[in-house]
């Protein structure tokens, strides 16, 4: 089998379009020994059902790669090592293992096997399930790659997940999403989905337009149907979709997108707005991978075509290379993936090669011949990615750069060129300034042009020059990604410079050991209505992440002063608008100012509506709408409620009712033109100085309270006129007599007590009247 393959290899010669000499030699071939595939191996194998195999490559590990066809090799060597089939465990009972869809996440492949979604951990090499799909069937699987991985935003960018069954009618389609990297889907409900007419042909995160794109197929018609402003407001541009088409996002994160079919070659610069990519007359294609920046397409006639993906030249320019391939005639020959570039040499290219049982890769490399032509060298060195971005162009700007961003929608660019001095050797230098802002900044656009400033987004920067021709020494762009949205260094905080512990109301050392408080049954309601609950609640309070309760006087306004920290420093006292919410249901505090006396124009949110809108208490930037700005459509019906709002624009405060405790609070900044971030913390305070509760009921209290007062005055009416009768002088004078006898009997016992006899005297002996 290796003679068979080494003559194949001899035999191919690679020529260019004119010209009569060869272009590509041979420089190495590598093959493994023959895998018996009747041998027994441990689990299911493994197989691709479409007709045309390919190979799917790793886009941030170059020798990361899968083999699709009548089997699935797996390598982490660019098949440079002999493979066992991919096998899974027969444990996951996966029934026909057909694999119909495959995508890379750092160590992990994700597979579509018979309708279900696997995770293959090549590095630990062990099998998981995904959860969460609910039994509904899914066929193919979508995300990008992000290979930044030091960024938290390309992280985010590379677990994102979309599942789908292709063809589904798009009104109904289970679309399923995993922000974890494939281990758990939720349900996707893409916003007007019911009143789409079509089937599904896919749904793609397109970083390039900041949006997520669902491909809906209708009368041999695909066009995209976008999820945010502005682009939400009507379908994409159609295009013809006469068969099923295989859909790449090129990486770079720059829109780039090749469709792909049997007889269909089409491309998009900018995720949706699609142009078929010609090929030689009656050809048709078998594969067509990509790279960041290049295209190459072998056809069912043994015809390779190569491209370069820049700014200007689409790979509508692709060059054809005759392949001249006799000896394989009778052989399935498929062009799996290249990698490598010049100078030299320009390509490397794998071609996959199946005689009889045996799968076998060949390496083809091709050297350049020609000499090479003149070109305009872009040298830049992008740097100092802040609000202006500069770099050296040293040579001849006959073929000028190109500045383009990405998700125009967002980020908004001004670039100019300068000449800035000489070299040693008297070239010119030039300067590129790129001026970056942030579209709604700009005032140059329409508002309805820009993006939303409450979704955050991603946007590319690619330098390029213009109308550059294919060379032996190929100039790449220059590209950098930009992340529109939260600095993760950022974080709040409450000021704390009182607590309950410096002032000796409470104890740091008892609030460590495992501290727990009650909350009483009537003060409280988990679900945030201020109903009274039916029973105590008992709450450990956690001191590692709370620290000593700040303190607060009852009955006093009160507002937390909020600080901002960037990367360790004081930045500022935050002033924007934020909400409160006592995370233990606690409604014993209410707020100083009503909706009227904060001046709204429109009735404003509070947690009520926000819990019946959302289902649950989540009161962010993203979903905040001011009371004073003109998107608030509601109308101003209840005037005189609470406004739950503080910061901003009022001096509005909460009021602590008579109960001493702890308070813990939720802080959330919802002003949408603070930040992008989600500034969020959590805080405690103690409440004091109100007075105990009575534990009498307080109208029984009252009602005996009044029944006193009435008793006394009546009292003092009747006895003076008692007392002016006969009958009262008879009282006073018995009154006398017995005050009298009183004294008479005490002075007995006192002189009783102090004479030795008397315990013999009489009360009569020692004076008193019998």
């Known amino acids: 089998m290796l003679i068979l393959v080494l003559v194949a290899a001899a035999g191919m010669r690679l020529c260019p379009l004119v010209g009569a000499q060869p272009l590509c030699r041979a420089r190495t071939v590598r093959t493994g020994k023959v895998f018996n595939v009747m041998q027994a191996v441990d689990g299911d194998v493994l197989y691709f059902p479409s007709t045309t195999p390919r190979v799917i490559k790793h886009p941030c590990r170059k020798n990361v790669a899968v083999y699709l066809g009548r089997q699935l090799f797996f390598t982490t060597d660019s098949f440079k090592s002999s493979l066992p089939p991919l096998t899974i465990p027969s444990s996951k009972q996966v029934g026909v293992p057909a694999v119909t869809s495959v995508h890379f996440i750092g160590s992990l492949l994700l597979l579509v096997v018979n309708q279900k979604v696997y995770i293959y951990n090549y590095r630990e090499v062990s099998w998981k399930s995904s959860v969460g799909m609910n039994k509904s069937p899914c066929s193919h699987i979508s995300g990008d790659n992000c290979c930044f991985t030091s960024n938290v935003f390309c992280i985010d960018i590379n677990n994102r997940i979309f599942a789908y069954l292709l063809g589904e009618p798009v009104s109904q389609a289970h679309i399923y999403e995993s922000t974890n990297g494939g281990r758990r889907f939720t349900k996707y409900t893409y916003e007007g989905q019911a009143q789409l007419v079509g089937s599904l042909g896919g749904i793609f995160n397109l970083y390039g337009l900041s949006q997520i794109g669902m491909l809906i197929i209708y009368r041999n018609k695909g066009t995209f149907k976008y999820s945010h402003h502005p682009l939400d407001r009507s379908l994409g541009l159609a295009f013809n979709y006469n068969e099923t088409l295989n859909v790449a996002i090129v990486p770079g994160h720059r829109g780039l997108l090749i469709l792909w079919s049997e007889n269909s070659l089409l491309f998009s610069h900018n995720s949706g707005d699609v142009d078929s990519i010609p090929v030689k007359l009656g050809d048709r294609s078998c594969t067509a991978p990509s790279h960041e920046y290049e295209l190459a397409v072998l056809t069912k006639e043994d015809h390779l075509y190569y491209g370069s993906m820049g700014l200007l030249q689409v790979p509508a320019r692709l060059e054809w290379i005759i392949m001249r391939l006799q000896l394989w005639a009778q052989s399935d020959l498929r062009l799996a993936f290249w990698y ?30 020609a000499q090479a032509r003149p070109a305009s060298l872009l040298l830049s060195v992008l740097r100092g990615w802040d609000h202006n971005t500069r770099g050296l ?18 980020l908004g660019l001004q670039a100019s060129i300068s000449e800035t001095g000489y070299t040693l050797d008297g070239t010119i230098q030039y300067r590129l300034d790129i001026y970056l802002k942030q579209q709604q900044h700009w005032g140059r656009t329409d508002p309805n042009f820009t993006s939303s400033l409450r979704r955050a987004t991603i946007s590319t920067l690619t330098v390029d020059i213009a109308n550059k021709e294919m060379s032996c020494i190929d100039i ?40 727990n408080y009650i909350v009483e049954k009537e003060f409280y309601d988990l679900s945030f209505q201020g109903n009274k609950s039916t029973k105590n609640q008992v709450v450990h309070y956690p001191y590692d992440r709370l620290g000593c309760p700040r303190l607060v006087y009852h009955d006093t306004p009160w507002r937390p002063v909020i600080e901002l920290w960037q990367d360790g420093h004081f930045e500022e006292v935050v002033k924007a608008d934020y909400v409160l919410r006592e995370v233990n249901g606690l409604f014993t505090y209410s707020y100083t100012l009503s909706v009227k006396q904060a001046g709204c124009y429109y009735q404003p949110q509070n947690w009520t509506t926000i819990i019946k809108e959302m289902g649950e208490p989540t009161w962010d930037r993203e979903n905040y709408v001011s009371c004073f700005d003109d998107e608030n ?25 008579p109960r001493n405790g702890i308070y813990i609070f939720f802080l959330a900044i919802v002003d949408p033109y603070y930040s992008y971030c989600h500034l969020q913390t959590m805080f405690s305070i103690y409440v004091h100085g109100a007075y105990p509760p009575l534990s009498v009921n307080p109208g029984f209290t009252m009602v005996m309270l009044m029944g006193g007062i009435m008793l006394a005055l009546w009292l003092a009416y009747v006895i003076p006129k008692l007392l002016s009768s006969n009958q009262g002088q008879r009282i006073k004078m018995f009154g006398a007599r017995l005050c009298w006898r009183c004294k008479r009997l005490c002075s007995w016992h006192r002189s009783r007590a102090g004479s030795p006899l008397g315990s013999r005297l009489t009360p009569r002996e020692a004076g008193a009247d019998p």
Not at 393 to 410: D, E, F, M
Request: proline residues 10%; aromatic residues 8%; contains cysteine.
């Open 476 to 515: 790449k762009p220059l590209s950098t990604l930009i992340s529109i949205g939260c600095n993760l260094d950022k974080k709040i905080i409450v000021q704390n410079k009182v607590s309950a512990c410096s002032m000796g109301i409470l104890d740091s050392m008892v609030l460590q050991d495992n501290y």
């Open 393 to 410: 162009l040293p040579g001849k700007l006959s073929l000028p750069p190109l500045v383009c961003g990405g998700a125009r929608h967002s």
């Open 633 to 657: 459509t509601v109308p101003l019906q209840w005037p005189e409620i609470p406004y739950q709002i503080l910061g901003g624009r009022t001096e509005n405060s909460i009021v602590f009712g």
């Open 340 to 369: 490598g570039r010049g100078p030299p040499p320009i390509l490397i290219f794998n071609f996959f090669v199946v005689m009889g049982s045996c799968l076998c890769c060949l390496v083809c490399v091709l050297y350049p011949r």
